[in-house]
């Protein structure tokens, strides 16, 4: 028994090193996409469409933030768009925001399921040397209390362990799915602002 308790000890802290390089992974990957889009020259873009969208927005089919991103995809979208009727056009653009919000949400799952599991796989591991603990007290007595601290040792050290995966990624989680919310607002906006264009536009 104390044989398997041991490997599965070891296994904890295995899949908390893996856990860790994933969530280390995904966060890095996100974080690229999310800076691409909240850039502060996405914003600048952002701002200048809906100020000027009121006035002549053809002239932004060749504009551009600097490099490609959410919001110019989308707005580019929509000027292609522009020549269905009212209810064409809004179906069309509330398909590219669900779109852009499955690439927006790409991910994420995976921090929020290391983020609810790695505390439950901490304290596997606790438990795990918690057993050991008292296998060796029944076994040695009071000589083996040096093992037994050891192994309770050991065991404190997987919580804390699986808190320092759990913290970190849960946070993570939390930023880009603000990120991912303030995104999509704002291309609710842009929805609205341009269905309002091209119906002022239809009665011109």
């Known amino acids: 028994m104390q044989e398997y308790v041991e490997i599965g000890e070891e296994l904890i802290f295995i899949a908390m090193a893996f856990a860790s ?3 280390l992974a995904v966060f890095a990957e996100r974080l690229i996409y999310y800076r691409k889009t909240l850039g502060k ?3 600048d873009y952002l701002s200048e469409i809906r100020t000027s969208l009121q006035e002549e927005p053809e002239i932004h089919w060749k504009t551009d933030a600097g490099e490609e991103s959410i919001y110019t995809r989308f707005v580019q ?3 292609k768009q522009l020549k269905l009727g009212r209810k064409g056009l809004d179906e069309s653009l509330d398909g590219q925001i669900l779109s852009e919000k499955l690439e927006l949400e790409k991910r994420l799952p995976i921090l929020n ?3 609810n599991n790695a505390p439950f796989i901490g304290l596997l591991g606790t438990v795990l040397g918690v057993i050991k603990a008292f296998y060796g007290l029944g076994t040695l007595g009071s000589s ?3 093992v037994v601290m050891r192994s309770i040792s050991t065991a404190l050290l997987a919580t804390a362990a699986g808190l320092a995966v759990a913290i970190p990624v849960v946070m993570a989680n939390n930023y880009f799915s603000r990120k991912s919310k303030v995104i999509l607002q704002n291309m609710e906006i842009l929805k609205k602002e ?3 264009y091209q119906m002022n536009k239809t009665k011109v």
């Open 21 to 23: 390089v994933i969530a």
């Open 41 to 43: 020259k996405n914003e």
């Open 77 to 79: 979208f929509a000027l």
């Open 113 to 115: 399921t290391l983020g």
């Open 144 to 146: 083996g209390a040096e």
């Open 194 to 196: 341009l269905l309002s």
